[in-house]
């Protein structure tokens, strides 16, 4: 269903509908996907009451959407995917700055979804609550830390979800799901009192299952409408990626543009290879602060795997850091040289399909940051583009650009709801 679709429908059909679908989820994975979901009387009050207050945008007016539990909504806690944060700090007594904007659409929030628990993994997995599924692909991840946003929007439940991206954490459910999904760049003020991961590189951004969707959020969100104007852009296949991915990502880029010049694609696999490790040793100090003032206290509560990754962040070397500054500034030099000849980069999403919960291992983490990490260290944003694969698999293409208001997705967007109208793949 399209934003169209639910528009259409009356409050209590809205209500109705959203609750139907999120009862049809596989066992467990309603409560697996969903922090929080308001019960139908209190939907349909809230899509009944639109234009009290607000000045419903006719683009998102009435749409319903939810958002990660790292963003505050009045009246409900923010548990980032833990057992324990709202003891930690004040629940929230305010929208904060996303709910609040998107209240103002007159778009409907229907819920919060759970997440990799402090958005710290990629895989979806979390020993709390559940382990978010691909809605059609069972037994396989949805993909983190976005995890129930992801899956909220590929099962139908809603039409528009919002997540955050640090490494990937939009990037990969989108591509994984055969979504479209929009990562901004960091310090925007609707991640700005979000609860972070790290600062510094933590961004917000959402899914939608179709372009048209996208684009009408683009328009919406950020005023940013298709153009028709031709853009250059480059495609630059770098990377440990799976034989059967290689030639989707790479005939689903030519639809967009041609390869990348010899010369700027040989200096960014360079800087490329270096992302990784320089993009860890600068998160880790973030994220460690941020616990700082009840990891220890609170060892038991966390999984395992994520207290580990916290740990690893305190113990963080200046040396290490220093020489992450260093690779950050000729990282983002090699896009900056980009820009001064293409308006967009195209690059893959994803090394592999959405891997059975035994393959989400170290090894696989490490692949997946080969490609997230360089867009994630120089601070850019970046459009996931769905790559359709036999057996409703799915893979994606990362659409870089150097702002978020660049009317380049918007165009893309626009060429490829030409092609593909009610598809999300």
């Not at 009050?45 to 998102?60: D, K, M, Q, S, Y």
């Not at 229907?110 to 609550?129: C, M, R, S």
């Not at 993909?143 to 899956?151: F, H, K, L, M, R």
């Amino acid at each position: 269903m399209t934003f169209a679709d639910w528009q259409r429908l009356s409050p209590a059909e809205v209500a109705r509908t959203l609750h139907a679908k999120a009862d049809a989820l596989r066992p467990g994975q309603r409560e697996a996907v969903f922090a929080m979901l308001a019960c139908e009387e209190e939907i349909a009050g809230r899509l009944e009451r639109i234009g009290e207050g607000v000045t419903a945008n006719p683009l998102l007016a009435g749409v319903p959407f939810v958002v990660k539990d790292v963003f505050d909504a009045a009246g409900w806690p923010t548990k980032a995917g833990s057992t324990f944060l709202d003891e930690e700090r004040p629940r929230p007594e305010a929208d904060g700055v996303l709910v609040k904007t998107l209240r103002e659409t007159g778009a409907v929030l229907a819920g919060k979804t759970h997440l990799h628990e402090f958005a710290y993994g990629i895989t979806g997995e979390n020993p709390h609550y559940g382990y978010v599924e691909h809605p059609r692909l069972p037994g396989r991840t949805s993909g983190g830390s976005s995890s129930g946003s992801a899956a909220a929007v590929a099962a139908g439940v809603v039409p528009l979800a919002f997540g955050t991206d640090t490494a990937g954490s939009i990037r990969v459910p989108a591509a994984f799901c055969g979504l479209f999904g929009f990562r901004m760049a960091p310090h925007h003020p609707w991640i700005a009192d979000a609860f972070p991961l790290a600062p510094s590189f933590d961004t917000a951004g959402w899914f939608t299952a179709n372009a048209g969707d996208m684009a009408a959020s683009f328009q919406a969100l950020l005023g940013v409408k298709a153009t028709g104007r031709v853009w250059r852009g480059a495609w630059l296949p770098f990377g440990d990626v799976d034989t059967e991915l290689v030639a989707a990502q790479a005939s689903a880029a030519a639809s967009l543009c041609g390869p990348l010049e010899a010369e700027l694609a040989d200096r960014l696999r360079v800087e490329f290879a270096e992302a990784p490790k320089a993009f860890g040793a600068l998160r880790g100090p973030e994220a460690w602060a941020v616990h700082a003032n009840w990891a220890e206290r609170r060892k038991d509560a966390y999984d395992p795997v994520v207290f580990a990754r916290v740990i690893a962040g305190r113990d963080m070397t200046a040396e290490a850091q220093a020489a992450a500054k260093v690779a950050r500034e000729r990282l983002i030099a090699a896009f900056g040289a980009v820009w001064e000849r293409y308006d967009f980069l195209v690059l893959p999403a994803t090394p592999c399909v959405a891997p059975v919960k035994a393959d989400c291992t170290q090894a696989t983490r490490d692949r997946i940051f080969q490609l997230t990490t360089p867009v994630s260290l120089a601070g850019l944003p970046a459009l996931t583009l769905p790559v359709a694969l036999p057996g409703g698999f799915s893979t994606g293409l990362q659409m870089v650009a150097p702002t978020c208001d660049a009317p380049v997705f918007a165009d893309v967007l626009a060429l490829t709801y030409e092609n593909h109208p009610t598809s999300h793949c």
